[in-house]
């Protein structure tokens, strides 16, 4: 029994720390990645006259005359990819360099009428994906504060577990459902964090881990992994040649590129007396291989570049990723969905969920619902933490006495730390600012005791 509270003693020390730390970024995390998952709704409101066509046309203007147009109307532009949209109604979209900054165009896709340019880092979705991944500020270290927080989030939740765990078998009130009597006290407040956390648990979970792929320290790992062990994607989607020999990647060249197919290398057109192919024949190339719209043509910039021809779909089954001579329109790369390893098809589903697309509206309130627990679980902590601390102290919880306890529990914490690297980084910082700070300066010391 005394072991079992030296263990809980120690696990809770951990937690508390963690959450005082991180619960904060937690929110904001929560709150724009809610935001984030009604992107459609919100931007489909907010840009209406940009996304959507005043009136559905009888026919189409060719590819090669709607790019015409826009070139003629703005010659200072230059065109690096267009996407075609699946629904009637949706306008065609061109990345562009307006005035030297990165935007998109709007064309009407029966008329040719260009309905307005949008720049790219204004529009609501840009807001809550900076304030997602980088809290509104620019430079690599935000960004790695955001994944350090995400990856602690999840220790928070499965350490939380451990705290909740019933030691009691007919335990139900506090354990599965909330005690609501005597609000404000601690116990209320205590049950407003572990009772919706244990719920959610499993989704905060997923929710963390879908997320990580796109980290800028564990994603590359585990697209490493992915490739190392063939379940990503084939060592080389071809058709006419060798893997290129090339540093330049799908995602370098291209927009709209699935997460599995970023890291594919990007083959050479075979430059010659041949004549550049034009939109409406690589458009003619896409449907003839079956890509489903919306899908996005990257122009070659140069002339050995390709066209690409990609799609990260709503449904991950229609993936395609797709490199094409831009001479002789013979297909140098074709990677689609059936292509992918067991782990890249996983990543690909768990990318989609994390984004609220995998299977609509209710894929968004899952989400949403999670996010809203989210926050709600950090704020309780807060008043559980307000209630706990004393004048002068953190209000830590107890060190347990038996040292064994302690770095038995520390060995768990740097196995984290190993599959994690930016966890490992912190518990060093931590570890060093206790043995040379904190036990050594008296008002920190004291205010750090429980």
């Not at 015409?68 to 065609?92: A, G, H, M, N, R």
């Not at 939740?157 to 009597?181: D, H, N, Q």
């Not at 390709?306 to 297909?331: E, K």
Request: charged fraction near 15%.
């Amino acid at each position: 029994m005394k072991a079992q509270t030296s263990w809980y003693q120690a696990v809770w020390r951990w937690h508390f720390y963690a959450g005082i730390i991180f619960a904060p970024f937690l929110i904001i995390l929560a709150f724009s990645g809610s935001m984030y998952l009604f992107k459609p709704q919100i931007e489909g409101h907010l840009y209406k006259d940009l996304l959507t066509v005043r009136e559905v046309g009888t026919s189409l203007v060719s590819p090669t005359a709607l790019m015409e147009k826009v070139t003629s109307t703005y010659p200072e532009l230059k065109i690096s990819s267009v996407t075609f949209p699946d629904q009637p109604k949706s306008t065609v979209k061109m990345s562009v360099e307006h005035e030297g900054i990165a935007s998109t165009l709007y064309a009407d896709p029966y008329s040719g009428h260009i309905l307005g340019i949008q720049d790219n880092s204004k529009t609501f979705s840009a807001y809550f994906k900076k304030m997602h991944s980088q809290l509104l500020m620019n430079g690599t270290w935000p960004n790695r504060l955001v994944e350090l927080s995400a990856c602690w989030a999840f220790i928070l939740t499965v350490t939380g577990l451990y705290l909740w765990w019933p030691r009691k078998k007919s335990a139900i009130w506090g354990t599965f459902l909330p005690r609501f009597k005597n609000r404000g006290s601690r116990t209320f407040w205590r049950d407003m964090h572990a009772v919706p956390a244990f719920w959610l648990s499993l989704f905060i979970l997923i929710l963390i881990a879908t997320g990580l792929p796109w980290s800028g320290v564990l994603g590359p790992q585990i697209d490493r992994i992915a490739n190392a062990t063939n379940t990503n994607y084939p060592p080389y989607g071809t058709v006419y040649m060798e893997k290129p020999d090339s540093v330049t990647v799908a995602k370098d060249v291209a927009d709209n590129i699935p997460w599995a197919a970023e890291n594919i290398p990007v083959p050479s057109s075979i430059s010659g007396s041949y004549i550049q192919l034009d939109m409406n024949e690589i458009v003619g190339i896409a449907d003839k291989q079956s890509i489903q719209k919306p899908y996005t043509i990257s122009i070659p910039q140069d002339a050995r570049g390709v066209y690409t021809i990609s799609t990260d779909h709503v449904r991950p089954g229609s993936d395609a990723t797709l490199h094409v001579d831009q001479y002789s329109g013979a297909i140098l790369t074709d990677v689609r969905f059936a292509d992918y390893g067991m782990m890249a098809k996983a990543i690909t589903y768990g990318i989609a969920l994390h984004e609220g697309r995998l299977f609509g509206i209710f894929n968004q309130l899952l989400g949403l619902i999670t996010c809203i627990g989210l926050i709600l679980i950090s704020i309780s902590s807060y008043f559980m933490w307000r209630k706990r601390k004393t004048n002068g102290r953190l209000g830590a919880p107890n060190k347990p006495r038996d040292k064994r306890t302690t770095i038995g529990v520390l060995i768990i914490m740097l196995i984290f730390g190993i599959l994690m690297p930016l966890v490992g980084l912190s518990l060093i910082v931590v570890l060093i600012l206790d043995l040379l700070v904190i036990r050594n300066v008296r008002p920190l010391k004291h205010w750090f005791s429980a």
